[in-house]
């Protein structure tokens, strides 16, 4: 029992970053209609630019969560300046196509600049641990999911109660019409973008914290994708309840398949590709995901 | 819009539109003997490397820029095709002309697989779809112990009886024979009724179906031809470099495979060929700027796997923002001046 509690506990501490990525996929995604393949990528430069600012230069850890959460927005608004304001309304594989690359290249500067070793973030919650009820906790993950669940109470009052958060909405529901309504459309896609690319480096920096700085660590990114899918790619509340199915289903295969050999074949290392075994399924069966709508549409 | 009018369909279904097209073809030809004894070895693998590209390369522009279903896990069919040929040369001792086609039949095989839910699926859930296939591909590679994981396997040399190949000179007359042929069929493809039909379906897929082309069956089917490309390519490209790890055939070799097609032309053969040759060509010339460089500055080599990332990346966002129809339209654009010059149009 105590076994389960603990594996339900990290798994929705990693759960808690899936469903900050894939709410920042969802954002982009509901009001652009772009599918930023490039937010791990984003998450990383995040990672690496707090890891820059806390480890390297010795700056306070909260600051330089501060420093990167603010560059990242700079980072959101630029790459929506010079790329995706051109792109809005082209076919959806160039889009797609113009994420992925930008994700390569967001990659190459990151091994250029920091190189591709592994890092370590130094942060107040590095190997502190809780321990409560004979369970131990990591300290990193209750801040982790703590935090997590603040932001997403912020984004859904942000996104129902202000008057900037309702014209995000009408623009994601609407664009054309949200135009005539007097809502400046390419400012608001600019917002958007740059609240995407904040969630991701926030999500990176949670992500460095339970684990290591690295170039590898933008394939967390695709894998928030499942998240995304399976909670619908348009609604938060899915992005967010897909993002901790993930990191729960995720925990468990790691915990409880992790060893086991089949023919010759060796389970290890299951979590890499728990999430995307969820994409499949959840594609084969329900596309629309679990709160989407689902578009009647044959062909 | 070329000034080129056809009066009869069978001049429009030539697979020779004009006299010139054989004059290229036979300066090819004659280029492609003659050129293993004027270049060296070094040249000879880069036309190697560049021969196999353009099988997959093919493949890939079938479905992406013929059918219009987007793919991210090209590498994935690519890695079938040669941990097919590996194992079945390898382990069971099936001779290289067998091997081939049964590689090629294997990532056909997966590759329908795949295409089933295509009929459900469009656009960036599909690209979803491949992505996650792909990656599930590449963790049975590293986790089964068939495949030897990421210890890699050794491949056996192309041999036909007793006769071996084994210098660059004779890979490159096998490989251009192969990328030839792919080439004609292709070419062949693309003016056949299939290749009509997968170009329906891009354009307008309700307005096929309308039109009496069965969807199911195409869409599915460019699947299994475009993964019957990869597959050979990954077999040649095992059979060539005689090693294979699943980590070379990883999610940046599909960004590769779509970066050639992106940037000489969705939809074309001719597009696939020059995007095949550009994209593998690009970090040939990094290694050698870098070499230029060295003596200078000479922590550059250790930046030449990020430059090529890099690189590929830029290529992909600028031809999509600038020239979305590749080399083949900046081709077109160039030829189209020179045959009305000194006129506009």
Redesign the interface.
């Known amino acids: 029992m105590e076994k389960i509690l603990e594996v339900l506990f990290s798994g929705a501490s990693i759960g808690a970053i899936y469903a900050l990525i894939a709410l920042g996929f969802v954002l982009i995604f509901k009001s652009t209609g772009i ?1 930023n393949f490039a937010q791990g990528e984003l998450c990383m430069i995040g990672a690496f630019i707090c890891y820059q600012f806390a480890t390297l230069l010795n700056i306070p850890y909260i600051l330089s969560f501060l420093i990167a959460i603010a560059l990242g927005a700079l980072l959101g608004s630029l790459i929506d300046l010079l ?1 995706f304001r ?2 809005v309304g ?1 076919p ?3 889009t ?3 994420t ?6 967001l ?3 990151s ?2 600049i920091w190189g591709h070793d592994v890092y370590a973030l130094r942060s107040p919650f590095m190997n502190k641990t809780v321990s409560a009820g004979g369970m131990i906790f990591s300290q990193a993950s209750l801040y982790t999911i703590g935090i997590s669940i603040l932001l997403f109470a912020l984004f859904i009052l942000f996104f129902n109660r202000s008057l900037l958060g309702v014209a995000l909405k009408g623009t994601a529901e609407d664009s054309d019409t949200a135009g005539l309504m007097g809502i400046n459309v390419k400012k608001m896609h600019m917002i958007i973008w740059a609240i995407g690319s904040t969630v991701a480096v926030v999500a990176g920096v949670f992500l460095a914290e339970q684990s290591f700085v690295q170039t590898s660590m933008s394939h967390t990114g ?1 894998k928030a ?2 998240a995304a ?1 399976l909670g619908g790619m348009e609604s938060l509340p899915g992005a967010i309840i897909g993002g901790f199915i993930v990191g729960i289903v995720e925990s468990f295969a790691a915990n409880y398949l992790s060893g086991l050999e089949m023919a ?6 299951i979590k ?2 728990v999430a ?2 969820i ?2 399924i959840v ?2 069966i329900r ?1 629309h995901g679990i709160f989407g709508k689902e578009e009647v549409k044959r ?1 | 819009m070329s000034g080129s009018y056809k009066v009869s369909y069978k001049e429009d279904m030539a697979i020779f539109q004009n006299l010139w097209v054989k004059v290229w073809l036979i300066i090819f030809i004659i280029l492609a003997v003659f050129s293993p004894i004027l270049l060296n070895r070094y040249q000879l693998s880069i036309l190697n490397e560049m021969g196999i590209a353009t099988i997959g390369a093919l493949g890939l522009n079938l479905l ?1 820029g013929y059918t ?1 279903q ?1 793919s ?1 896990g090209h590498g994935a069919f690519l890695a079938i095709g040669a941990y097919t040929s590996a194992l079945l040369t390898g382990k069971l001792g099936i001779p290289f002309f067998l091997s081939l086609p049964l590689s090629g039949l294997m990532a056909s095989l997966l590759g329908l697989v795949v295409g089933i ?1 295509s009929l ?6 599909l ?3 491949t ?3 792909a ?2 591909v590449e ?2 590679l ?5 495949t030897q994981g990421d210890l890699g396997m050794a491949v056996k040399r192309i041999g036909i009886g007793d006769y071996v190949i084994r210098s660059q000179r004779q890979y490159f007359y096998l490989i251009m024979a192969f990328a030839t042929f792919a080439v004609i069929c292709t070419k062949n493809l693309d003016r056949s009724k299939i290749g009509r039909s997968f170009k329906a379906i891009r354009d307008r ?2 307005a096929a ?1 309308a039109m009496g082309i069965p ?1 199911a069956k195409y869409k599915v089917m460019a699947f299994g031809i475009s993964a019957f490309y990869g597959g050979v390519a990954g077999c040649l490209m095992a059979h060539y470099n005689r090693w294979i790890v699943p980590g070379s055939f990883d999610i ?1 070799l599909s ?1 590769a495979y ?2 050639m097609i ?1 940037i000489g032309g969705l939809g074309t053969v001719l597009g696939s060929v020059l995007g095949a040759i550009l994209i593998t060509g690009v970090p040939h010339g990094i290694v050698y700027v870098v070499d230029l460089l060295k003596g200078d500055y000479p922590a550059l080599s250790g ?1 030449i ?3 090529k ?9 600028l031809t ?2 600038f020239e ?1 129809k590749g080399l083949f339209g900046v081709y077109q654009r160039t030829k189209v001046y020179f045959k009305t010059w000194p006129f506009k149009y």
């Open positions: 599918l790329f051109r792109l082209e959806i594989y160039s797609i196509m113009v992925v690359g930008l994700g390569s290249i990659t190459c500067f091994g250029l695709i994708m499942s899918i010759g074949f060796h389970f290890g290392d890499d590709v995307f075994a994409m499949i594609l084969m596309p062909v | 992406i219009g987007l991210l839910p459900r699926l469009k656009g960036l859930y690209a979803l779809g992505l996650a296939f990656f599930i963790y049975i590293f986790h089964w112990d068939l897929d309700i179906e969807l940046s960004i779509i970066a992106i930046f796997i990020d430059f990332l890099g690189i590929f990346g830029l290529i992909i966002v999509l923002l979305p």
